[in-house]
């Protein structure tokens, strides 16, 4: 049976997006065939679907960079037809076809189940932005991080969907959360997930001022990169460490290594693309034990495969607010 795709087409180097239907046998080669029922919109999205930074190479594509659905056929013995699965990195919706289609073919060493305690919807909402997050604060904790400390952990690109779901849980584990946003109409959106304080994203936008400030932060989810981060590694507390998981910003980074050497800070960068298979699980098992799933539902917005376009026209301007799931049988 067809099913319905965004595809993407290359034509004299502009990229071109349409829904079609597509057979099955026009899948890529991989053990596992799912039933895709939810993808999301991640920025990383926006800009594949608008053709912008050569993150897909060959066409026609599929894009869509994660996916949760039904196991409709699998050659490996570890997932049987009926399983729920999640599926987050790896490339898929850059280098393999994605989420944004009624099915998907993918290497079994891909999936994961889906948690217990999870729908498809919830999986999605949290989908490769919560994901990358939870990865942040485990690498955090396992750098000294703790509740009940002197100084706040910040949150750059607060309002985005990496930086929601770290100033949700972070919130939820005891933290005291200060998070920082280019959009004045969040403000009351993240002090509702549980930010403490909020600042002005043009206050770390500047570079320092002197390659140690005073110490301010017990620790950072860095989203933005570029000034950004190099005005926050000045203000880390000794011992403190920032982990990186995005470059909105640019990926130069002009500081000195004054804050490595003399306050022994902590650079730890962030990549969901390739994790082993025992950091996904540990990640999504913590992610369903500490995640308050009712601010995840308030952060959530829901849109169809036909919406794609005008949804990545947003995601690139900053217009979107939270995590948004596709639902790729509407």
Not at 100 to 107: H, I, M, P, Q, S
Not at 190 to 201: D, F, T, V
Request: glycine share 12%; aromatic share 6%; net charge neutral.
């Amino acid at each position: 049976m067809s099913f319905a795709a965004h595809l993407l087409e290359e034509s004299e180097g502009k990229v071109a997006g349409r829904l079609v239907e597509l057979e099955e046998s026009a899948l890529p080669a991989g053990e596992v065939t799912v039933a895709v029922e939810y993808s999301t919109l991640n920025y990383k999205d926006g800009m594949i679907l608008q053709g912008i930074g050569r993150l897909v190479r060959r066409y026609p594509h599929v894009p869509g960079v994660d996916f949760a659905g039904t196991v409709e056929a699998s050659e490996d013995p570890r997932y049987r037809p009926g399983d729920k699965v999640v599926l987050t990195g790896w490339r898929v919706g850059e280098t393999h076809w994605g989420g944004y289609a009624g099915k998907a073919r993918v290497r079994a060493d891909w999936l994961v189940p889906l948690p217990e305690g999870l729908t498809a919807r919830r999986a999605m909402a949290i989908g490769t932005a919560g994901l990358t997050a939870m990865l942040a604060v485990l690498e955090l904790e396992r750098h000294g991080l703790a509740p009940g400390g002197d100084l706040p952990v910040l949150v750059t690109g607060a309002a985005g969907g990496v930086g929601s779901v770290a100033v949700a849980l972070l919130a939820r584990l005891g933290y005291r959360v200060a998070a920082s946003t280019g959009r004045a109409a969040s403000h009351g959106y993240l002090k509702q997930l549980g930010a403490a304080e909020i600042l002005e994203r043009a206050e770390l936008a500047e570079p320092p001022a002197r390659p140690l400030d005073s110490e301010r932060w017990a620790g950072c989810i860095d989203a933005v990169g570029g000034t950004t981060l190099a005005h926050l590694l000045s203000q880390m507390g000794y011992g403190r460490a920032v982990a990186a998981v995005g470059l909105a910003g640019g990926n130069r980074l002009d500081t000195t290594v004054l804050p490595f050497l003399l306050r022994g800070v902590r650079l730890l960068g962030i990549d969901s693309v390739m994790r082993p298979y025992a950091d996904r699980i540990e990640a999504w098992n913590r992610l369903v034990a500490d995640l308050p799933l009712d601010k995840l539902d308030a952060m959530t917005g829901e849109a169809g495969l036909a919406d794609l376009p005008a949804l990545a026209e947003a995601i690139l301007a900053g217009r979107v607010q939270g995590r948004t799931v596709i639902d790729v049988r509407r």
